[in-house]
């Protein structure tokens, strides 16, 4: 795994701090573990700070969880730095994180890879108007429905270059796509519909008992 570092100083906030509502849920996550265990209830409450930061994790916000939780800063630091999920960087609005592993590759991700850069940039990079960013990511775990990608909490997936194009700006003009497959497949069923066990002669009248 790459070295992954916090943003530059001006890109970060001078402070932090949890909404109200979200000060009534970490207590609640805080609370599910035993008197000095704590420290377990990090990863949900960074993923929480990362949501009230607008999708990116800030230094401030590392160092205010570990603080409520009673932490060394720099062991907050390791855990937002170890896993990828966490956003060291600010993102676009719209965040979108295209599978690059092998299934996708086989079924088209290059092509939406170079959707996403002619229609938002390099990964990183974040389009003038603040609405888009994107990463190469690893599996998603929805391999049977590849190419696809996920932006923020939803999985775009049976996608080619032309329907990627249309997601992204469907977004764009603010309207809301619909996620999963962007075919006529239902789910991960087989494209066209059931292809196995549909010969009527493997399914014989039953013989009545007399």
Not at 48 to 66: F, K, N
């Amino acid at each position: 795994m790459s070295v992954r570092r916090l943003a530059p100083p001006e890109l970060q906030p001078k402070s932090f701090a949890f909404s109200k509502d979200n000060v009534d849920w970490a207590e609640k996550q805080v609370g599910k573990y035993p008197l000095g265990r704590e420290a377990s209830a990090i990863i949900p409450l960074l993923w929480r700070a990362q949501q009230q930061s607008g999708g990116w994790l800030p230094e401030a916000a590392i160092r205010y969880v570990a603080d409520i939780l009673g932490m060394a800063h720099i062991r907050a630091l390791e855990v937002a730095t170890f896993y990828t999920m966490f956003n060291l960087e600010p993102v676009g609005k719209f965040y979108v994180q295209l599978c690059g592993t092998t299934p996708c590759v086989l079924r088209g991700a290059d092509a939406l890879k170079q959707v996403c850069r002619d229609k938002i940039g390099e990964p990183g990079h974040i389009t003038k108007d603040g609405k888009f960013s994107w990463t190469e990511v690893e599996c998603l775990g929805a391999c049977v429905n590849a190419p696809m990608v996920q932006i923020n909490a939803d999985y775009y997936e049976d996608l080619t270059a032309e329907t990627l194009e249309k997601v992204l700006d469907e977004l764009a003009a603010g309207k809301t796509p619909k996620p999963g497959p962007q075919t006529d497949r239902q789910m991960s069923a087989p494209v066209g519909g059931p292809t196995t066990l549909t010969d009527a002669s493997l399914y014989p009248t039953a013989t009545r008992l007399r």
